[in-house]
């Protein structure tokens, strides 16, 4: 009796693949609406049911929007993945970031993901496998995204208060 490998591969992808999916839809939602649970109190018109649908919907249209050119940054400008090395990128991924939902830490999926594919690359090929020129971009792109919601937060608060 003949094994196909291949497709063993591919269904168990598809299976960590949507439970990641799953998992970082959750993580990314609860970032993004998290800090306007607290004001929604004070206020008092909008469930958090709403708060959440609204959430969820908007992860839906980033999804349909950029997931493929992210999928292809993921999976080939960061380091070359195949089935294998894809596995062994999201299985630590979902389980450090259930870890951290389970111990009420806020955390990037995006970043931890990334984290494991660049790891991933290095540990397999070296530095010749990973883009380097990508992972500055990226690293400076979330320090930027860092400073600009802190700068705006702030901004907020000063001309609110």
Known sequence: MSRDE?????RVLFALGSLVAFSAGGSQVGLAVG???PLLDEVGMVSTLAVLVGGGLGMLVGSWTGAP????SLA??????GPRRSIS??????LIAQ???LLGVPVSFNEIVVSAIIG???AVGGREAVDTRK??????AWAGSFLLSFALAYGAAFLLL
Do not use: E, H, N, W
Not at 76 to 81: A, G, K, R
Not at 89 to 94: I, N
Not at 135 to 140: D, E, M, P, Q, Y
């Open 6 to 10: 291949r497709g063993g591969l591919r």
């Open 35 to 37: 800090p306007l649970l």
């Open 69 to 72: 050119r992210m999928i292809k």
């Open 76 to 81: 080939q400008d960061y380091s070359s993945l």
């Open 89 to 94: 990128a999201l299985v630590p991924s979902f």
């Open 99 to 101: 870890l951290a939902v």
């Open 120 to 122: 991933s690359g290095a």
């Open 135 to 140: 992972i500055l971009l990226t690293v400076g």
